[in-house]
């Protein structure tokens, strides 16, 4: 389950980095509930899927430099009856890639 709450992580990030709305690397952290240095571990897992931000020091928030979008889709199935179950960590449409989650 650690994935998933990646996951989720990444989506609001990048939801929050479209808006240009993040606020400082510390005030990110803190409506995320999470530490700064996972911010910036999210960050730089954006950049690794060729995400190109920056961070504007006068509109203190982080923003996309190029056309960049993520879309995470997450779909647990749960089988009974000695079926097997199956669980799909979800899936990264990017404009340039097709990256599965594993």
Do not use: W
């Not at 998933?4 to 993040?22: F, G, S």
């Not at 009974?80 to 599965?100: A, C, D, H, R, W």
């Amino acid at each position: 389950m650690k994935n998933l709450k990646i996951l989720e992580r990444l989506q609001q990030l990048h939801q929050l980095i479209e808006k240009e709305n993040t606020g400082t690397p510390k005030e990110l952290a803190c409506l995320m509930q999470i530490s700064e240095r996972s911010v910036h571990l999210l960050i730089e897992q954006l950049k690794d899927y060729n995400a190109d931000i920056c961070y504007s020091r006068s509109n203190k928030t982080y923003r996309y430099c190029n056309d960049f979008e993520l879309n995470v889709s997450i779909s647990v199935n749960v089988l009974t009856n000695n079926e097997v179950t199956q669980i799909f960590g979800g899936s990264y449409f990017l404009k340039s890639n097709f990256l599965v989650a594993s």
